[in-house]
């Protein structure tokens, strides 16, 4: 077709890079997230012809594609992130793992070595396609030119599709240079959702309506069904559960709301499954921080498990009813012919157990981040990085809205939330981007504080909650080993935060207990620009309610005074609990 | 000549796969990931230019084979699969066996292989080369009765199954031939779930 190779340039040929930024452009990406290097240079180069693309440089890759995460996990668009070859690659394989897990659509790019050198051990070489093979859900190298749009556009698709995932696109370096007088392919249209079929409509309604003790689970995969959900949840009058990656799918101030199950999850949400006759979970896979020992997860309940992703159903829990649908599609299905049963007993039973809820009263983690997410509001993206005051802020935040909050759920990836929040909010640059981490996970992605300053970037607000631990390996260690803290202790070598963030011309606040806080956490958000708040709590505050890992959900350590009281070695329970941890 | 041979946890699959690199490399991790076994594994070319062929026996429980097939469905290179427990299948293996021989053997030897219509490919002074080719049980006993002899060197090919009857795996008007237009063509996950036994 002799385009272009960008827009005002009639000097040269569109050659692959020239491409690569055409389809990105045609599929509407505006922002991709990236770090330049040798056998990239050509994209790079090409960038220079598409203003209509942002680039941003990080200063790390792997807070390139935690950023184009957060960019995905805030829109539900796909986040695209670039590396060169060798270690640029390899430093994205956190956050493609990390996407896997969380099903964050991705389109992460690579460049690779000449073709003619691929295989000889050349310079910055890796097989990374090779290397990525089981954390992404699919990948590609591209071996001619004329392919490379298409692939792009298919790669694209894949991702979205479905259920979404990370996809990776290896190019060599001299299909980035090679000549390219093909078409520019325009977006696939998305395939229509599936839906149940009538007939197991029929029978989970019929369970719904023979159930005395229903309860309802909502996964990461219902955070774009949650009007529909919300309206299921109400016409049928059942409690409704959300998991960590599921927050924000159904209003935390609604009454039928019982919080977050699993390992730190509610006393409610985890008695209520415990207890439940049926289970109604929708997009959500039974993972083990949900479940806890999974012969002892719900035992008394018949499970209705609605997924899109066929494998997930039967693969940890057995499944009574398996509905394989879009979580939309399930949810106006069964809203249709609804009936508002009363079942007093279990409402009853369910407030009791709301009761014991347990807020933190006391200066420590948990009344900091209360402190934080209290003065949040609807609109606020709220990212978290990994740890107990990630545990706490699923705990204590009040989700309004699906897509608000945003963490590293199945990965568990410390050094994620701040480049997330990154992405988050160059996305939405209108709201507030929040980010909860601790002083460990923090220090493992601060290079991104040049990010903020680059990009003028404005709304976003790190708050460390610096405990001088690395705080849930502390906790696990005091409660399974017998407390030896063996290599978490930073205290002694941690930077001074608030110096840290000047020295990257970010506005630093601090904060030491309960009377300082307050003040600083207003100046924090009133800052006209993005600013950090460090606040220093005790040492050896733990995350409560507890499930042991290996325990059942019902053996739940409900408050810190019965952890402390429960030797670990006293009962059967917290013993096999502890073998459990050993090995995890 | 089917399943009477079977061990009872061995479970019998085609997977049909875009002819594309690493594709081997990808069905095998996925098994290695996932912890599913793999007793053995034959990969082909088939008449449709662009689209290979595998059959795996995978052992385990009826749950680990329905969780690796619906995990194997998921990959973007799987066309198809089909599960033979599902259908009547023709299966068939093949070995080469390097038998040792003496004088006093040698017409023995010859006798069982001829009694197992097996094949001799090579000729030596001290051993005989068979082919052997049957289901697994023919094999196996073919082996056994080797043994008492002197077996050198064995290889077998890994099972190979087609499903019984006149239709054809891959429906021939979803192929016009080119890998390109593959994709479109079989994309319905519908069309891609046959013989995966269905829940839903």
Same mark, same amino acid.
């Given at each position: 077709m002799g385009q272009s190779n960008g827009p005002g340039d009639s000097r040269r040929e569109m050659n692959g890079a020239g491409a690569l930024w055409a389809t990105l452009a045609n599929h509407g990406i505006t922002t991709v997230f990236g770090y330049p290097g040798g056998a990239i240079m050509p994209v790079y180069d090409a960038? $220079?012809?598409?203003?209509?693309v942002r680039h941003v440089l990080a200063r790390h890759e792997q807070g390139a594609i935690h950023a184009a995460e957060g960019w995905a996990k805030a829109t539900g668009e796909i986040g695209v992130c670039i590396a060169t070859s060798g270690p640029g690659a390899t430093n994205l394989v956190t956050g493609l793992a990390d996407a896997m897990l969380d099903s964050v659509p991705l389109l992460a790019i690579t460049g690779n070595v000449a073709r003619h050198l691929?295989? $000889?051990?050349?310079?910055?070489?890796? *097989?990374i396609t090779g290397i990525t093979l089981p954390i992404t859900k699919h990948n590609y190298v591209v071996r001619e030119v004329s392919e490379l749009p298409r692939v792009i556009a298919e790669a694209i698709r894949i991702a979205r599709s479905g259920r979404p995932g990370p996809v990776l696109v290896d190019i060599p370096k001299d299909i980035q240079l090679a000549a390219f007088a093909g078409e520019i392919p325009v977006p696939h249209a998305r395939p229509e959702a599936p839906q149940p079929l009538p007939e197991v409509v029929a029978r989970a309604q019929e369970l719904l309506r023979s159930a005395q003790r229903p309860v309802m689970m909502l996964g990461g995969g219902t955070v774009d069904a949650a009007p529909e959900l919300t309206a299921l949840a109400r016409a049928w009058d059942i409690p409704v559960i959300t998991t960590l990656m599921g927050?924000?799918?159904?209003? !935390?101030?609604?009454?039928l709301w019982l919080g977050m199950p699993g390992m730190h999850g509610s006393v409610a949400a985890n008695r209520a499954i415990s207890e439940a006759d049926v289970l109604l979970g +929708?997009?959500? &896979?039974?993972d083990d921080r949900v479940t806890g020992r999974v012969n002892g997860f719900a035992p008394k309940a018949s499970i209705i498990h609605v997924d =899109?992703?066929?494998?997930? +159903?039967g693969k940890i829990v057995r499944t009574h009813l398996p509905v394989r649908s879009d979580a939309r599609e399930a949810a106006l299905a069964l809203t249709e012919g609804a009936q508002k049963l009363e079942r007093p007993e279990w409402r009853a039973q369910i407030e009791e157990w709301k009761s014991r809820t347990v807020m933190p009263e006391h200066w420590g983690a948990g009344y900091a981040v209360k402190a934080v997410v209290d003065r949040?509001?609807? *609109?606020d993206i709220l990212s978290s990085d990994v740890g107990q005051h990630q545990m706490l802020a699923a705990q204590l935040a009040r989700f309004?809205?699906?897509?608000r909050w945003i963490n590293s759920g199945g =990965?568990? /990836?410390?050094?994620?939330g701040f480049p997330a929040a990154i992405g988050a909010g160059m996305a939405e640059p209108g709201v507030r981007s929040v980010v909860i981490a601790g002083d460990g996970g923090f220090q493992m992605t601060?290079?991104? =504080?040049?990010t903020l300053k680059m990009y003028d970037i404005r709304n976003v607000k790190i708050c460390i909650i610096n405990n001088s631990f690395l705080g849930m390996v502390r906790q696990w260690q005091e409660l399974f080993h017998e407390? &030896? #803290? !063996?290599?978490?202790?930073?205290g002694d070598s941690n930077p001074d935060f608030v110096k840290l963030a000047e020295a990257y011309n970010v506005p630093g606040y601090r904060a030491s207990n309960a009377e300082e806080l307050p003040a600083a956490i207003d100046a924090w958000l009133n800052d006209p620009h993005s600013a950090l708040l460090e606040v220093v709590v005790p040492n050896e505050h733990g995350v409560f309610p507890m499930v042991p890992?290996?325990?059942?959900? #019902?053996?739940?350590?409900?408050t810190e005074a019965k952890a402390v009281s429960a030797?670990? $070695? /006293? !009962?059967p329970t917290t013993a096999a609990a502890t073998e459990e941890a050993k090995r995890a | 000549m089917t399943s009477e041979t079977f061990q009872p946890q061995d479970h019998l699959i085609s997977i049909l796969v875009?002819?594309?690199?690493?594709v081997l490399t990808r069905i095998t991790a996925l098994f290695g990931r996932r912890g599913y076994n793999i007793r053995s594994l034959s990969v082909g070319n088939t008449e449709h230019p662009g689209v290979s062929r595998m059959t795996i026996v995978v052992s385990g429980d009826r749950g680990v084979v329905e969780q690796a097939i619906k995990q194997l469905e998921? =990959?973007? *290179? @799987? @066309?198809r699969i089909i599960d033979h427990s599902l259908e009547k299948y023709v299966d068939r293996e093949m070995v080469l066996v390097k038998v040792s021989l003496t004088p006093e053997t040698r017409v023995e030897v010859r006798q069982i292989a001829e009694d197992f219509r097996s094949r001799i490919v090579d000729v030596g002074r001290h051993a005989l080369t068979f082919e052997v080719t049957g289901d697994e049980g023919k094999i196996t006993a073919f082996i056994e009765q080797m043994r008492p002899f002197g077996i050198l060197e064995t290889m077998r090919t890994g099972r190979v199954a087609l499903t019984r009857? !006149?239709?054809?795996?891959?429906? $021939?008007? @979803?192929?016009?031939?080119d890998s390109a237009a593959l994709t479109p063509a079989v994309e319905p996950r519908e069309e891609k779930a046959r013989g995966v036994p269905n829940l839903f």
């Amino acid at each position: 077709m002799g385009q272009s190779n960008g827009p005002g340039d009639s000097r040269r040929e569109m050659n692959g890079a020239g491409a690569l930024w055409a389809t990105l452009a045609n599929h509407g990406i505006t922002t991709v997230f990236g770090y330049p290097g040798g056998a990239i240079m050509p994209v790079y180069d090409a960038l $220079t012809f598409y203003p209509e693309v942002r680039h941003v440089l990080a200063r790390h890759e792997q807070g390139a594609i935690h950023a184009a995460e957060g960019w995905a996990k805030a829109t539900g668009e796909i986040g695209v992130c670039i590396a060169t070859s060798g270690p640029g690659a390899t430093n994205l394989v956190t956050g493609l793992a990390d996407a896997m897990l969380d099903s964050v659509p991705l389109l992460a790019i690579t460049g690779n070595v000449a073709r003619h050198l691929m295989g $000889t051990d050349a310079f910055q070489e890796a *097989d990374i396609t090779g290397i990525t093979l089981p954390i992404t859900k699919h990948n590609y190298v591209v071996r001619e030119v004329s392919e490379l749009p298409r692939v792009i556009a298919e790669a694209i698709r894949i991702a979205r599709s479905g259920r979404p995932g990370p996809v990776l696109v290896d190019i060599p370096k001299d299909i980035q240079l090679a000549a390219f007088a093909g078409e520019i392919p325009v977006p696939h249209a998305r395939p229509e959702a599936p839906q149940p079929l009538p007939e197991v409509v029929a029978r989970a309604q019929e369970l719904l309506r023979s159930a005395q003790r229903p309860v309802m689970m909502l996964g990461g995969g219902t955070v774009d069904a949650a009007p529909e959900l919300t309206a299921l949840a109400r016409a049928w009058d059942i409690p409704v559960i959300t998991t960590l990656m599921g927050l924000g799918s159904f209003p !935390s101030s609604d009454p039928l709301w019982l919080g977050m199950p699993g390992m730190h999850g509610s006393v409610a949400a985890n008695r209520a499954i415990s207890e439940a006759d049926v289970l109604l979970g +929708i997009g959500l &896979r039974f993972d083990d921080r949900v479940t806890g020992r999974v012969n002892g997860f719900a035992p008394k309940a018949s499970i209705i498990h609605v997924d =899109l992703d066929a494998a997930e +159903i039967g693969k940890i829990v057995r499944t009574h009813l398996p509905v394989r649908s879009d979580a939309r599609e399930a949810a106006l299905a069964l809203t249709e012919g609804a009936q508002k049963l009363e079942r007093p007993e279990w409402r009853a039973q369910i407030e009791e157990w709301k009761s014991r809820t347990v807020m933190p009263e006391h200066w420590g983690a948990g009344y900091a981040v209360k402190a934080v997410v209290d003065r949040l509001e609807p *609109d606020d993206i709220l990212s978290s990085d990994v740890g107990q005051h990630q545990m706490l802020a699923a705990q204590l935040a009040r989700f309004e809205k699906p897509r608000r909050w945003i963490n590293s759920g199945g =990965l568990g /990836t410390m050094g994620f939330g701040f480049p997330a929040a990154i992405g988050a909010g160059m996305a939405e640059p209108g709201v507030r981007s929040v980010v909860i981490a601790g002083d460990g996970g923090f220090q493992m992605t601060l290079q991104e =504080l040049a990010t903020l300053k680059m990009y003028d970037i404005r709304n976003v607000k790190i708050c460390i909650i610096n405990n001088s631990f690395l705080g849930m390996v502390r906790q696990w260690q005091e409660l399974f080993h017998e407390k &030896r #803290y !063996s290599e978490v202790w930073l205290g002694d070598s941690n930077p001074d935060f608030v110096k840290l963030a000047e020295a990257y011309n970010v506005p630093g606040y601090r904060a030491s207990n309960a009377e300082e806080l307050p003040a600083a956490i207003d100046a924090w958000l009133n800052d006209p620009h993005s600013a950090l708040l460090e606040v220093v709590v005790p040492n050896e505050h733990g995350v409560f309610p507890m499930v042991p890992a290996g325990a059942a959900l #019902y053996e739940m350590i409900e408050t810190e005074a019965k952890a402390v009281s429960a030797e670990p $070695t /006293t !009962s059967p329970t917290t013993a096999a609990a502890t073998e459990e941890a050993k090995r995890a | 000549m089917t399943s009477e041979t079977f061990q009872p946890q061995d479970h019998l699959i085609s997977i049909l796969v875009r002819d594309e690199p690493r594709v081997l490399t990808r069905i095998t991790a996925l098994f290695g990931r996932r912890g599913y076994n793999i007793r053995s594994l034959s990969v082909g070319n088939t008449e449709h230019p662009g689209v290979s062929r595998m059959t795996i026996v995978v052992s385990g429980d009826r749950g680990v084979v329905e969780q690796a097939i619906k995990q194997l469905e998921k =990959l973007h *290179d @799987v @066309v198809r699969i089909i599960d033979h427990s599902l259908e009547k299948y023709v299966d068939r293996e093949m070995v080469l066996v390097k038998v040792s021989l003496t004088p006093e053997t040698r017409v023995e030897v010859r006798q069982i292989a001829e009694d197992f219509r097996s094949r001799i490919v090579d000729v030596g002074r001290h051993a005989l080369t068979f082919e052997v080719t049957g289901d697994e049980g023919k094999i196996t006993a073919f082996i056994e009765q080797m043994r008492p002899f002197g077996i050198l060197e064995t290889m077998r090919t890994g099972r190979v199954a087609l499903t019984r009857g !006149s239709n054809a795996d891959i429906p $021939t008007q @979803v192929y016009s031939g080119d890998s390109a237009a593959l994709t479109p063509a079989v994309e319905p996950r519908e069309e891609k779930a046959r013989g995966v036994p269905n829940l839903f």
